[in-house]
């Protein structure tokens, strides 16, 4: 079959050679997957999940008991006293702006202290000016940025602490930046260290890429609010759109309040027959997610062998799935996305190339065949031409896709004589 897509036996053997070393690795993420199958089963059952919870709703959407269930269901996963998961959540973005706009007033500030966010959320608060940002209603932002070392600056953080400020974010995964993802323990120690200043400061977490790496999550550990996306890791692969907002009580109303209306909250959103996705979608989400996971390790694994900086490195702990490997050349980050492209199963015939994408300062390649646009979960990878010449990849619906995909990578850098084994 290797054969059949083109992959030599140089790269057979010398992907064959990198497994040998994962199989003890690979079993700690299979025992990770096991227990989080058991917690989201346990959810479920204890919601009492039923046929009658899948049908759609339309209209107002009042009483729609499969999106009640579901979000009691969420509640339980994350060990929170309520979750919003809605499709009217358009994507991780959108739902970390409402439980941000839903939870902050006029005159509060908001401190990240896990450096500078997402790229997207720097128009939500104002970084970059933006219509409608939080700054535009009188809500104000401070930083506290993470030590060289990629560790939480504590002492700076509880100084930072003030009267005015109401909420403090964190973002667990290190998104498109260089520094290490943030495990579930550390994270534990900034919220302990938040807490120690004012208990009543709202604690949120970004919570993209993350769920279900580790067999516990933020909010296990004294986070107010996790939010995330539906077309990541908790969506399974199936959920076709949607976000979620997991935490207190008085966060998530005040969320629902910004999604709807005030007085509306969480009593509207039809859920127009996706539900059925979003509870399949979770229930797989803890093996997709332990797939998606080997593929970055076996890349890294990979790529570190054949002389290239990976972030993360081959043998680091793993707390989001997603991989980083520096080319150095356009030449590399090309072939690269062009083997992804390969390997998916739609649109498996289009080639990749570099373009010049809104927002960004440099000509952007992107490579997905995905069954959901835009999603991330599944195998895809993407990487600005400029120095270091780094391409991002992340995803896989399953573990030997993700494989597959790595070894068409693999084969089309050596093609392109990019490299040679
Ligand atoms: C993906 C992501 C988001 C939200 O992105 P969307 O593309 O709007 O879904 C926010 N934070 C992090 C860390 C992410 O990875």
């Keep these: 079959m290797f054969k059949e897509f083109g992959i030599s036996e140089k790269v057979v053997d010398f992907s064959n050679?990198?497994?040998?070393?994962?199989?003890?690795?690979?079993?700690?993420?299979?025992?990770i997957a096991e227990y989080n199958q058991l917690k989201v089963l346990a959810a479920m059952q204890k919601h009492k999940v039923s046929e009658a919870h899948f049908h759609a709703t339309t209209g107002y959407g009042y009483n729609d008991i499969g999106r009640d269930t579901l979000e009691e269901v969420y509640a339980s996963v994350f060990h929170t006293e309520a979750a919003l998961v809605r499709p009217q959540i358009t994507c991780g973005t959108h739902a970390l702006c409402i439980a941000l706009s839903g939870n902050l007033r006029p005159g509060d500030?908001?401190?990240?202290?896990?450096?500078?966010?997402?790229?997207?959320?720097?128009?939500?608060?104002?970084?970059?000016?933006?219509?409608?940002?939080?700054?535009?209603?009188?809500?104000s932002y401070g930083q506290v940025d993470l030590l060289p070392n990629g560790e939480f600056d504590i002492e700076e953080i509880k100084k930072a602490i003030t009267e005015d400020v109401k909420l403090v974010g964190i973002q667990r995964s290190k998104g498109y930046a260089t520094r290490p993802t943030l495990s579930v323990a550390k994270i534990k120690e900034a919220?302990?260290?938040?807490?120690?200043?004012?208990?009543?400061?709202?604690?949120m977490v970004d919570n993209c890429y993350g769920e279900f790496v580790e067999t516990i999550e933020p909010s296990d550990v004294g986070a107010d609010m996790v939010v995330g996306s539906l077309i990541k890791n908790p969506g399974g692969g199936l959920a076709p759109i949607g976000g979620?907002?997991?935490?207190?009580?008085?966060?998530?109303?005040?969320?629902?309040?910004?999604?709807?209306?005030?007085?509306?909250?969480?009593?509207?959103?039809?859920?127009?027959?996706?539900?059925?996705?979003?509870?399949?979608?979770?229930?797989?989400?803890?093996?997709?997610?332990?797939?998606?996971?080997?593929?970055?390790?076996?890349?890294?694994?990979?790529?570190e062998n054949l002389g290239y900086k990976v972030v993360p490195n081959k043998t680091e702990s793993r707390h989001d799935i997603i991989q980083a490997v520096e080319f150095g050349t356009p030449?590399?980050?090309?072939?690269?996305?062009?083997?992804?492209?390969?390997?998916?199963?739609?649109?498996?015939?289009?080639?990749?190339?570099?373009?010049?994408?809104?927002?960004?300062?440099?000509?952007?390649?992107?490579?997905?065949?995905?069954?959901v646009s835009g999603s991330s979960i599944e195998l895809s990878a993407d990487g600005p031409i400029k120095p270091p010449y780094a391409v991002y990849f992340q995803g896989g619906l399953t573990w030997h896709h993700a494989k597959l995909g790595i070894m068409k990578a693999l084969q089309q850098l050596c093609d392109d004589k990019v490299l040679t084994l």
């Design 191 to 203: 919220i302990d260290a938040v807490k120690s200043v004012r208990e009543d400061v709202i604690v």
């Design 244 to 303: 979620y907002i997991a935490g207190t009580k008085e966060c998530v109303e005040n969320a629902a309040f910004r999604l709807t209306t005030p007085g509306l909250g969480k009593e509207v959103g039809a859920s127009l027959g996706v539900i059925s996705t979003f509870f399949q979608g979770l229930f797989l989400a803890p093996e997709v997610t332990a797939g998606a996971l080997k593929g970055a390790i076996f890349a890294a694994n990979i790529f």
């Design 109 to 139: 500030k908001m401190l990240y202290i896990s450096g500078k966010p997402y790229d997207t959320l720097e128009e939500v608060i104002g970084i970059r000016e933006s219509k409608g940002s939080l700054a535009e209603y009188g809500v």
């Design 331 to 371: 030449e590399g980050v090309i072939s690269f996305c062009k083997g992804i492209q390969a390997a998916a199963p739609v649109d498996s015939y289009v080639v990749p190339e570099p373009w010049d994408m809104p927002g960004y300062d440099a000509p952007v390649i992107m490579a997905a065949g995905a069954f």
């Design 17 to 31: 050679d990198i497994l040998k070393d994962l199989k003890e690795r690979f079993e700690k993420i299979d025992e």
